[in-house]
């Protein structure tokens, strides 16, 4: 930025961007008008829109009036810093879901039983929105859940036949491969499955493929209400 870009201006509303927490924005702002020092960190935006996290101290200089004249900043980038805390954070995600699913085995006694306490356990144990499992018939080019754990009002129930057709993840699932969709309302065009988890309030889901002597047999299905849950425990798709 030049100097007569930001002369007379907040920073916080300069630099802010897309996933600027608003919640740091306000204690900066309710710092200020307490005229207190504080540290905190803020993910910040190039004038370009390159995303950079930085760590604030900032203290204010008061006028013999108890006004302020300015303030000291010291501040530090910690964008890798970040990037490595994101990479453990997926990490501990990933141990969390295998020992979810180990602890369930163990304690089942039955195909069915492993199945619905699995998903049960997962959806209970990282707090999501909805955890499913699906059946493909590729003969007729349908769908059915063999196993949910979901809210009450989810379309989604065991036992009913979908159509293929309004699964989107199966083109994607078809290359036995995850397929990740880190945020529905980006999407310019739902797909039916698409469109009922968003009147459910789900925001991102992750689908991972269920594979028998190297075919598609179904998918796991990870849904969350927000855009960033669990945005590292799977890679590709949108």
């Given at each position: ?81 970040k990037r490595h ?21 163990i304690s089942a ?130």
């Amino acid at each position: 930025f030049t100097l007569s870009e930001v002369k007379g201006k907040d920073p916080t509303e300069i630099l802010r961007g897309p996933d600027t927490d608003p919640e740091t924005i306000e204690l900066i702002k309710d710092r200020k008008e307490r005229k207190v020092s504080f540290h905190t960190d803020i993910l910040n935006y190039h004038k370009f829109g390159q995303p950079v996290w930085l760590s604030l101290n900032v203290t204010p200089i008061l006028d013999k009036n108890g006004d302020i004249e300015q303030y000291i900043n010291i501040g530090a980038e910690i964008s890798e810093q970040k990037r490595h805390e994101e990479k453990l954070k997926a990490v501990a995600d990933r141990l969390k879901l295998v020992n979810a699913v180990d602890q369930v085995i163990i304690s089942a006694t039955s195909f069915t039983e492993t199945i619905d306490f699995t998903i049960k356990k997962l959806y209970e144990l990282l707090d999501i929105s909805r955890v499913s499992m699906v059946i493909f018939n590729f003969d007729d080019d349908t769908l059915t859940p063999f196993s949910v754990s979901s809210n009450p009002d989810s379309v989604l129930k065991k036992g009913i036949v979908l159509p293929m057709s309004d699964f989107h993840g199966v083109v994607y699932l078809k290359k036995l491969k995850n397929y990740l969709v880190h945020d529905l309302s980006k999407k310019t065009k739902l797909s039916g499955s698409d469109a009922e988890l968003v009147k459910e309030g789900i925001n991102s889901y992750l689908l991972v493929p269920l594979i028998a002597n190297n075919e598609l047999m179904g998918s796991v299905n990870i849904c969350s209400d927000t855009n960033g849950n669990i945005s590292t425990l799977g890679r590709g798709g949108s």
